[in-house]
């Protein structure tokens, strides 16, 4: 069973940073083979893109909303992907989806078959 196991959120005052943390296991591919991306979901809106990266690490990408403010990375040895959020702002409160994809780096969804169940990050002002 594919997992995708999100970690690092939780409640921080506005101005502040947040680390997330995704790991993945049982992919149907090797790990370094997928692009990795970062989405949210706000309450009583619809999923949104945040950050996007390549297997090799080559190719970022990032929402308007979270540019220069956030980094996307990872670590192919660990199965691992990051989001590292800096100067967080209250709307930045959602939860965070971790998402595998073959179709390369991408900011659509549709291009992301696995999804991992999500990590809450509220930001408070």
């Known amino acids: 069973q594919v997992q995708l196991v999100e970690s690092g959120g939780g409640l921080v005052q506005a101005g502040g940073s947040l680390r997330l943390s995704c790991t993945a296991s049982n992919l149907p591919f090797t790990f370094s083979t997928y692009a990795m991306g970062w989405f949210r979901q706000a309450p009583g809106k619809e999923r949104e893109f945040v950050a996007a990266?390549?297997?090799?690490?080559?190719?970022?990408f990032y929402a308007d909303s979270v540019k220069g403010r956030s980094t996307i990375s990872r670590d192919n040895g660990k199965k691992t992907v990051y989001l590292q959020m800096n100067s967080l702002k209250v709307e930045d409160t959602a939860v965070y989806y971790c998402a595998a994809g073959r179709a390369g780096p991408s900011s659509s969804s549709s291009d992301f078959g696995n999804w991992g169940q999500g990590t809450q990050v509220t930001v408070s002002s």
């Open positions: 990266i390549s297997w090799s690490e080559t190719s970022t």
